[in-house]
């Protein structure tokens, strides 16, 4: 059994009951396209391991460690998703194809990164991350700060980018601002939110629509 046939179990099944109730184990193989033999196989070695509640004939749900399993998988999906749509242009079929196969070895720093990149919130299954993306959570506590709150003359680290525009987000991203990077302002800045920052040797230009999408972290 591979990891990522596993995987593909328990998402099936939350994306049949979203957590709530159980599936038949013929629903299950109807969606997965598989054998009810090899379904009954399968929920048999899931259960053993604590991720579903199986009983034959009565049907199959997730445990709470399979259900924040299955939602922590599905996030990467809808992640990779976004941003083969979003940033790269790829095509929705293309992209869930794609996605479905990159979900399973994707890393979870390379997610919240790419979360931290992409400018908003991906879905409810956000929920099940341990280690949230300043995109979706500040843990209560606010840490960082839209360029156009940032003082002239400040310095620090791009922390996350924050717009539901797919277009300004790729526009960001083009333009180099990028989490992680480290960005200056300007001593001089003008009145209107609009920023001047240096970044890698160069001067860019931000009007405030753009500045506002940008969160910056200026601790030293």
Do not use: W
């Amino acid at each position: 059994m591979t990891t990522g046939n596993r995987e593909d179990y328990l998402i099936s099944i939350l994306r049949l009951t979203e957590g709530e109730g159980a599936t038949k184990t013929t629903e299950l193989a109807s969606f997965m396209k598989v054998s009810p033999a090899s379904v009954s196989e399968m929920l048999k070695i899931l259960a053993a391991e604590g991720l579903v509640e199986y009983e034959k004939y009565k049907g199959v749900k997730l445990t709470g460690s399979g259900l924040n399993y299955a939602r922590h998988i599905r996030k990467k999906h809808h992640i990779m998703e976004r941003f083969l749509m979003d940033v790269l242009n790829v095509d929705g079929a293309t992209a869930h194809k794609e996605a479905c196969k990159m979900e399973h070895v994707l890393s979870d720093e390379s997610a919240v990164k790419i979360c931290q990149m992409i400018g908003s919130t991906i879905d409810c299954d956000c929920q099940s991350c341990t280690d949230p993306c300043k995109a979706v959570s500040f843990g209560g506590v606010t840490i960082t700060a839209a360029l156009t709150d940032v003082c002239p003359g400040e310095h620090g680290v791009i922390s996350h980018i924050k717009n539901g525009d797919a277009s300004t987000v790729k526009k960001l991203i083009l333009m180099g601002l990028i989490p992680g990077r480290e960005i200056a302002l300007d001593a001089d800045q003008p009145d209107d939110g609009a920023r001047i920052v240096q970044m890698g040797g160069s001067s860019i230009a931000l009007d405030a629509a753009l500045a506002s999408s940008v969160y910056v972290d200026t601790r030293d």
